[in-house]
């Protein structure tokens, strides 16, 4: 088992795509099958060439994923099948070593992922209405010791 984070490669794209769909059945079940369809096609198009996005490579297979533009984290997805491994974790601690403070949405209909944000330091800063999905989300900030 040797685990490495490291930067996307185009060919990582269909083991990208996989984690997404798998995880998004789980932490987003309340999204419809046409917006995760025109997500799926966004991944590529839009999302990837915008961010800096960094692999979790397990034995040779892509099993997660953080993309961050500046320091807005845009999506972190870990395979179901290894959550609760710290995988996610990881990638976030990275995230904060390469970016510092970091800010987020996530759905209010996703207790798995606000449970993670908050497990791992993430503050609310407000509630608003996420116009693409219809469904509300929390502004979260997560913010480094200060070292004064």
Same mark, same amino acid.
């Given at each position: 088992?040797?685990?490495?984070?490291?930067?996307?490669?185009?060919?990582?794209?269909?083991?990208?795509?996989?984690?997404?769909?798998? *995880?998004? #059945?789980? *932490?987003?079940? =309340?999204?419809?099958?046409?917006?995760? @369809?025109?997500?799926?096609?966004?991944?590529?198009?839009?999302?990837?060439?915008? @961010? $800096?996005?960094? /692999?979790?490579?397990?034995?040779? *297979? /892509?099993?997660? !994923?953080? @993309?961050?533009?500046?320091?807005?984290?845009? *999506?972190? =997805?870990?395979?179901?099948? &290894?959550? #609760?491994?710290?995988?996610?974790?990881?990638?976030?601690? +990275?995230?904060?070593?390469?970016?510092?403070?970091? $800010?987020?949405?996530? =759905? /209010?209909?996703?207790?798995?992922?606000?449970? !993670? &944000?908050? +497990?791992?330091? =993430? /503050?609310?800063? $407000?509630?608003?209405?996420? $116009?693409?999905?219809? +469904?509300?989300? !929390?502004?979260?900030? &997560?913010?480094?010791?200060?070292?004064?």
């Amino acid at each position: 088992m040797n685990p490495v984070i490291r930067s996307y490669e185009s060919t990582d794209l269909d083991e990208l795509l996989d984690v997404w769909t798998s *995880a998004s #059945k789980v *932490a987003h079940p =309340f999204l419809s099958p046409e917006f995760l @369809a025109q997500e799926r096609e966004n991944i590529p198009a839009i999302y990837l060439p915008n @961010a $800096e996005t960094w /692999v979790y490579e397990l034995d040779g *297979a /892509v099993v997660g !994923f953080i @993309a961050l533009l500046g320091n807005e984290v845009g *999506a972190i =997805f870990v395979d179901p099948t &290894y959550q #609760k491994r710290g995988i996610g974790r990881q990638l976030m601690d +990275h995230a904060v070593l390469v970016r510092g403070d970091l $800010e987020l949405d996530v =759905f /209010v209909d996703n207790p798995i992922g606000r449970g !993670f &944000y908050e +497990h791992y330091g =993430f /503050v609310s800063l $407000e509630q608003k209405l996420h $116009e693409p999905s219809g +469904h509300s989300v !929390f502004r979260l900030r &997560y913010e480094t010791a200060s070292t004064a």
